[in-house]
């Protein structure tokens, strides 16, 4: 079974930075697809970004230039490096990981796998 651990959120000022990490157990990291997603309250959950086992990265258009999503295989971790935040992107952040290489995309329906969440809150 594939378990997965969040932490790195916190409060910041908009234009501060925080990074997430989410450890993965049950499963190798490196022949999965993962992923970042957000949910504010009253919002529909948002994928913000994808991971495919080879490497390649897909990001909503909100975060492109500020967020980088990356992982480390040998400590079967997946990283989410936020810059430059913005009050909009308060939220709940998720990890999520699907069966197979390729990524389907951002939707949350395309994942089977997921964590608790860490909170991430933006102030102006």
């Known amino acids: 079974q594939v378990q997965l651990v969040e932490s790195g959120g916190g409060s910041v000022q908009a234009g501060g930075s925080l990074r997430l990490s989410c450890v993965v157990s049950?499963?190798?990291?490196?022949?999965?697809?993962m992923a970042w997603l957000r949910q504010a309250p009253g919002k529909e959950r948002e994928g913000v970004a994808t991971l495919d086992s080879f490497g390649t990265a897909n990001y909503a258009d909100s975060v492109k230039g500020r967020f980088t999503i990356s992982k480390d295989n040998d400590k079967n971790t997946l990283y989410l490096q936020m810059n430059s935040l913005k009050p909009d992107d308060t939220a709940m952040y998720l990890c999520?990981?699907?069966?197979?290489?390729?990524?389907?995309?951002?939707?949350?329906?395309?994942?089977?796998?997921w964590g608790q969440g860490t909170q991430v809150t933006v102030s102006s």
């Open positions: 999520a990981a699907a069966w197979g290489s390729y990524c389907s995309g951002r939707g949350s329906y395309n994942y089977n796998h």
């Open positions: 049950g499963y190798t990291v490196s022949s999965l697809c």
